[in-house]
């Protein structure tokens, strides 16, 4: 019976299925009738178009309806984004901080009452060659919303054209007379509706987008978009069955559980790896459905077996194989100078790892942006360690195979495991939940021949994997998983999930510069606080996990080591990278949107940037009297407690940095990370004796900022006996101060402990 359903199933999805007949015509869009048009207007949020004379054409169908509208003539656009950071955006990658001027062609392609709204009052008739040719802007419109290498469309245009449903989706490609194309999107399904787009300029990505907010009466409302359901579905869980063979082959069968959120459903995306081979898709009882997987692409549309409506469920099985896991040698990613080519051929074979080549994708997905329960089990070769995310339920032991079953604590979008011939390091602390550490040992008996090595490298990362879930516990709060887990991957690269981390096998070896190797331990930890403890609100949020794990785990580390010249090295070296890109880089409030464009530098400006704030905000709190931190500490620890196992945005921690300070700081938010302004200031000083003591006069000028641009800047002042600290308020061109002191100052230096992200120049007062 299982032969059957699965042969079935299979010449289900090799026959001719809706999905290849929508995808078919929306690719093939003509001409098909033409009508005159004058002075027609055209409204969608922050979008107006004027039509003022030309021809309109009304474009082939598509799944029964008309989806689309070409225009060629004379017209104009006008298009204004509502928030600062998506004007200052706009102006960077475009030019100006509103679109507006002549177009020459245009085409929309909808599932809204658009065709009504153009078409009413026009009197069309067939169209023929001699009537204009739209083919040129029909293609360029169509490159953005259709990929035909993978055969896959603009998930909320062919999730509203397969349902046979008005969703609201509106794109308007727009060939502009003056400047680059674009198009514009209306797309419901996204929590942030609106949005504007332009070619890829970096290889792999197709589209960019420059700018994308809320619809114009969210934003009116204060919606966040963290309390947002837009997707039509709900995902409320994944049940997992995974076998892997001595070899790495992987065999998995995942049912995932559906909830309608709205109108009527008929078919749902997911996503799934490209090199995994899917053999079946049923539901649970093994009834077969139609699905359409192309070539390999990683878009899997499957059609239920009948429609979903609001409150409905609806369950997929989808039944795969294939090489997710790799074998492979960090050997291979290691290349310095000195690097002797003729050792490649002793050490290969015996450096070998088995690696995850899609961390996110190696299950079929629903959404990236909802959380999900899971419940997993994993059938492994028993002579191989193995971990996973959430609680471990079970353990057995099978012949020669272990039956592992975990259930998350937590629901989650961040699901991952590691396997491999690990050696097991398991760490019991009373400060902390129990930690098991997994090293690859006989790669590193190899590595050890080459370079030197520490001879027990798992104890050496079990430190600082302990000491810095002991010191987040003690300066933000408990962490929200009852084991942790820490496993070695062949790349430079760290990465966290729920109790897990990920940590380079280059951190195993411990050459690094001081403090390197401790921060970016600290900083995969950081993230059981920082991303999994509290989850960003949404893409615009990634500084909430990077920028808040980046600065952690230099915190860690300047106490760890007990070295604050170490640690102001390291925020100097990441000023010197911001400073470097302060006039292209994009403003940390564009999130993961700043790596869609190469002068966005999202490293460097989530990241480091993102942890100069922290830092920047830990300076202003200092008691300038006592050099207390606990007013900072209080407030990280005050915000960690109160997202706990919840998702916070960037306003919700604006919110709480006003609650410590006791005043408002949209001017300090607006600048840091709605900006990417960066100040030079010019500082010169000089001190005069009167009549009750000494006169200290105090310069500053500002530059490299716009006028307006403010910030508490700390002073500070030696003697021949003790120092003190002073903060002035820097604003405009030129601030200047004269301050009482009770003695001749030695010296006075502005910006001391790096507390403002700006860069600091000395002159004589005259």
């Known amino acids: 019976m299982i032969a059957v359903a699965a042969f079935a199933a299979a010449a289900l999805c090799s026959a001719q299925t809706p999905y290849d007949s929508v995808f078919d015509q929306l690719r093939s869009l003509k001409p098909d009738s033409v009508a005159p048009v004058r002075a027609l207007r055209l409204h969608r949020d922050a979008l107006s178009l004027s039509l003022d004379s030309g021809?309109?054409?009304?474009?082939?169908?598509?799944?029964?309806?008309?989806?689309?509208?070409?225009?060629?003539?004379?017209?104009?656009?006008?298009?204004?984004?509502?928030?600062?950071?998506?004007?200052?955006?706009?102006?960077?990658?475009?030019?100006?901080?509103?679109?507006?001027?002549?177009?020459?062609?245009?085409?929309?392609?909808?599932?809204?009452?658009?065709?009504?709204?153009l078409t009413r009052s026009l009197h069309f008739h067939p169209w023929s060659q001699g009537t204009g040719d739209v083919s040129g802007p029909i293609g360029d419109a169509l490159g953005y919303l259709v990929d035909g290498h993978s055969h896959s469309v603009n998930v909320g245009l062919m999730t509203a054209i397969l349902n046979h449903a008005a969703s609201g989706y509106f794109a308007a490609f727009l060939q502009r007379q003056r400047g680059e194309s674009v198009l514009f999107q209306f797309d419901p399904t996204e929590s942030e509706e609106v949005s504007l787009l332009r070619r890829g300029r970096i290889p792999g990505l197709r589209v960019e987008t420059v700018c994308q907010f809320e619809r114009a009466e969210d934003l009116v409302n204060n919606v966040e978009v963290g309390a947002k359901q837009p997707e039509p579905l709900a995902i409320d869980s994944y049940d997992i069955d995974a076998t892997i063979d001595g070899n790495y082959n992987m065999s998995t069968r995942v049912t995932l559980r559906l909830i309608g959120r709205r109108d009527v459903q008929r078919w749902a995306h997911l996503v799934l790896y490209d090199e995994l081979d899917v053999d079946s898709v049923t539901t649970p009882t093994g009834e077969p459905l139609i699905h359409y997987r192309h070539d390999h692409a990683s878009p899997l549309w499957v059609r239920f077996a009948k429609p979903v409506g609001p409150g409905d469920t609806a369950a997929v099985r989808v039944v795969y194989h294939g090489r997710v896991i790799d074998v492979g040698s960090a050997l291979q990613h290691f290349r310095p100078p000195w690097w002797d080519s003729t050792l490649q051929v002793h050490v290969p074979t015996l450096?070998?790892?088995?690696?995850?080549?899609?961390?996110?994708?190696?299950?079929?997905?629903?959404?990236?942006?909802?959380?999900?329960?899971?419940?997993?089990?994993?059938?492994?070769?028993?002579?191989?360690?193995?971990?996973?995310?959430?609680?471990?339920?079970?353990?057995?032991?099978?012949?020669?195979?272990?039956?592992?079953?975990?259930?998350?604590?937590?629901?989650?979008?961040?699901?991952?495991?590691?396997?491999?011939?690990?050696?097991?390091?398991?760490?019991?602390?009373?400060?902390?939940?129990?930690?098991?550490?997994?090293?690859?040992?006989?790669?590193?008996?190899?590595?050890?021949?080459?370079?030197?090595?520490?001879?027990?490298?798992?104890?050496?990362?079990?430190?600082?994997?302990?000491?810095?879930?002991?010191?987040?516990?003690?300066?933000?709060?408990?962490?929200?998983?009852?084991?942790y887990y820490a496993t070695e991957i062949p790349y430079f690269h760290g990465q966290a999930f729920p109790g897990m981390i990920h940590l380079s096998w280059w951190t195993f070896v411990g050459m690094r510069s001081k403090g390197d190797d401790e921060s970016f331990r600290a900083h995969e930890m950081a993230h059981q606080?920082?991303?999994?403890?509290?989850?960003?609100?949404?893409?615009?949020?990634?500084?909430?996990?990077?920028?808040?794990?980046?600065?952690?785990?230099?915190?860690?580390?300047?106490?760890?080591?007990?070295?604050?010249?170490?640690?102001?090295?390291?925020?100097?070296?990441?000023?010197?990278?911001?400073?470097?890109?302060?006039?292209?880089?994009?403003?940390?409030?564009?999130?993961?949107?700043?790596?869609?464009?190469?002068?966005?530098?999202?490293?460097?400006?989530?990241?480091?940037?993102?942890?100069?704030?922290?830092?920047?905000?830990?300076?202003?709190?200092?008691?300038?009297?006592?050099?207390?931190?606990?007013?900072?500490?209080?407030?990280?620890?005050?915000?960690?407690?109160?997202?706990?196992?919840?998702?916070?945005?960037?306003?919700?921690?604006?919110?709480?940095?006003?609650?410590?300070?006791?005043?408002?700081?949209?001017?300090?938010?607006?600048?840091?990370?709605?900006?990417?302004?960066?100040?030079?200031?010019?500082?010169?000083?000089?001190?005069?004796?009167?009549?009750?003591?000494?006169?200290?006069?105090?310069?500053v000028r500002q530059t490299d900022v716009p006028d307006d641009f403010a910030m508490f800047v700390p002073v500070l002042i030696k003697f021949d006996q003790g120092e003190a600290l002073v903060r002035l308020l820097v604003r405009g061109p030129t601030t200047e101060v004269q301050l009482h002191l009770p003695a001749q100052p030695v010296s006075m230096e502005l910006n001391p402990l790096e507390s403002v992200l700006a860069d600091v120049k000395s002159e004589g007062w005259d």
């Open 55 to 117: 021809f309109l054409y009304l474009l082939t169908a598509v799944g029964g309806r008309t989806v689309g509208v070409a225009f060629l003539g004379q017209g104009s656009v006008w298009f204004a984004p509502p928030l600062l950071v998506e004007q200052f955006n706009l102006r960077r990658v475009l030019g100006d901080s509103t679109i507006s001027g002549p177009i020459t062609a245009a085409v929309f392609v909808f599932a809204d009452s658009s065709e009504r709204e």
């Open 351 to 483: 450096d070998s790892w088995a690696f995850i080549k899609s961390t996110e994708t190696w299950y079929p997905r629903y959404s990236f942006e909802q959380d999900a329960s899971l419940k997993m089990t994993f059938r492994t070769p028993k002579y191989l360690k193995f971990a996973s995310i959430g609680r471990l339920v079970s353990s057995d032991t099978e012949g020669n195979t272990l039956v592992t079953r975990w259930e998350t604590e937590l629901p989650t979008t961040q699901v991952s495991f590691n396997i491999g011939k690990f050696e097991q390091l398991d760490i019991r602390d009373p400060r902390i939940p129990p930690v098991t550490v997994h090293l690859n040992a006989d790669a590193h008996s190899v590595i050890s021949r080459l370079f030197p090595h520490t001879s027990r490298p798992e104890e050496l990362v079990g430190a600082d994997v302990v000491n810095s879930l002991s010191f987040f516990t003690k300066v933000y709060g408990p962490p929200l998983y009852h084991h």
């Open 529 to 699: 606080w920082w991303g999994i403890g509290v989850e960003p609100a949404s893409y615009r949020e990634a500084w909430i996990a990077e920028g808040f794990a980046e600065f952690s785990g230099l915190w860690y580390m300047q106490v760890i080591l007990h070295d604050n010249d170490t640690y102001f090295k390291k925020l100097r070296e990441s000023f010197d990278h911001i400073r470097h890109v302060r006039n292209q880089a994009a403003p940390i409030g564009l999130g993961y949107r700043a790596a869609e464009n190469r002068k966005g530098n999202y490293t460097v400006t989530t990241y480091e940037k993102g942890a100069w704030i922290l830092q920047m905000l830990r300076n202003m709190m200092i008691n300038p009297r006592t050099m207390s931190e606990e007013r900072f500490t209080t407030m990280m620890r005050d915000f960690y407690e109160t997202y706990r196992g919840k998702r916070a945005s960037t306003p919700d921690f604006q919110r709480m940095v006003e609650k410590h300070i006791g005043q408002p700081m949209d001017w300090f938010f607006d600048e840091w990370v709605y900006g990417t302004a960066v100040p030079t200031y010019t500082f010169a000083w000089k001190a005069e004796p009167d009549s009750t003591g000494v006169t200290a006069h105090m310069r």
